[in-house]
């Protein structure tokens, strides 16, 4: 990459950027990294809670980007942190993917005797988000699921996206997200369901 | 019906505990965020990450050109030594066996009738008797008569 940070100004737009990376300008990636870097990993600390693991996705996420910015038409300004965003998603559910279910996300004895007196205590008192344990416990049940399903799930509940914009996001149709979350919801229920 | 109702809370329950174990797993912490977007080092390890896949796939792309060509000159090769068989087979020398092709004729192309043989004939070559008569000629004062007659 060439470099020319010297003319890169902080009012330039996306789609500026955009078109001076296109033409072998390092400092204008610089800047839409430094712009797009905090959402990238607000997106991708959703899914991970390692922080290595959460870099390597960031990481990921704008080597991606870097490499298909000629397929990014760039028509308005707004349209580029939404590309980024999808981009992002992707590679998240791409290291989904590749960590599957893994077997560290078994939970050990104290675990479940403590989830199972949490859900127990939580028909009781029906207060579920003092019943409900840490975020890593939450991960680990998480973790039991496919990827499809923790990432529609994750995106719907936890990014409280609608299913027009998952579908966006993931470039999924519209249909198969629905089926998708009904899917994944009755996985989740058939999950909990062993610890009730 | 009691039955119904029991599953019917049951399954409601589940659905809002797996919504809140969601909502805790998809829990963003500012602080975790902010500490990573602030890595000095980030947007190093992207450009190195950049250039080796860069470098990956220049080398990728040289095999696909490789593979092209080949691809390309397999079919121009085969339809070759396809034409080459062809006026091999139909060219007159279909009667010859590859036995025939090792005897010792062939080996020594005493019977090659591709072969022309010269037979360099100098018709302004001096003979012997005019070397001798040039030597010792009829101009000579010890010359014979004998040279003259054997002309």
């Known amino acids: 990459m060439a470099n020319g940070s010297d003319s890169v100004t902080p009012e330039a737009t996306d789609a500026e950027l955009v078109g001076r990376v296109r033409s072998g300008d390092e400092a204008a990636f610089e800047e839409l990294f430094n712009r797009h870097r905090r959402r990238v990993a607000f997106i991708i600390n959703r899914f991970f809670k390692r922080r290595e693991q959460v870099e390597d996705v960031i990481q990921e996420t704008f080597v991606k980007a870097f490499f298909a910015l000629e397929s990014f038409d760039g028509t308005h300004d707004k349209s580029f942190p939404a590309w980024l965003a999808r981009i992002a998603t992707n590679a998240a559910y791409d290291e989904l993917r590749r960590t599957g279910r893994r077997r560290e996300s078994e939970l050990s004895e104290e675990e479940t005797a403590h989830l199972e007196a949490n859900l127990r205590a939580e028909g009781e008192d029906g207060d579920i988000e003092s019943a409900l344990i840490s975020r890593d416990l939450a991960h680990k049940l998480l973790a039991r699921l496919s990827p499809e399903d923790r990432l529609v799930l994750t995106l719907l509940n936890g990014e409280e996206a609608s299913v027009a914009e998952v579908a966006e996001m993931t470039g999924w149709s519209i249909a198969k997200v629905k089926v998708r979350a009904h899917r994944a919801r009755a996985s989740l229920r058939a999950t909990l369901h062993r610890f009730l | ?151």
């Open chain 2, 1 to 151: 019906m009691f039955g119904r109702h029991h599953r019917q809370l049951t399954k409601a329950r589940l659905d809002r505990l797996g919504a809140a174990v969601v909502s805790r797993a998809a829990e963003v912490d500012e602080r975790e965020i902010e500490a990573v977007a602030a890595s000095p080092f980030l947007y190093a390890r992207v450009r190195a990450r950049i250039a080796a896949e860069r470098e990956r796939r220049e080398a990728g792309e040289s095999w696909l050109t490789m593979l092209t060509v080949a691809w390309r000159a397999v079919p121009a090769m085969g339809l070759a030594a396809a034409m080459a068989f062809g006026v091999f087979w139909f060219g007159g020398t279909s009667n010859i066996s590859p036995e025939s092709l090792f005897t010792d004729e062939v080996m020594f192309a005493a019977n090659d009738a591709g072969v022309e043989h010269v037979l360099f004939a100098d018709r302004d070559a001096l003979s012997r008797d005019e070397v001798f008569d040039t030597l010792y000629g009829s101009g000579d004062s010890g010359g014979s008569d004998d040279a003259g007659l054997s002309r």
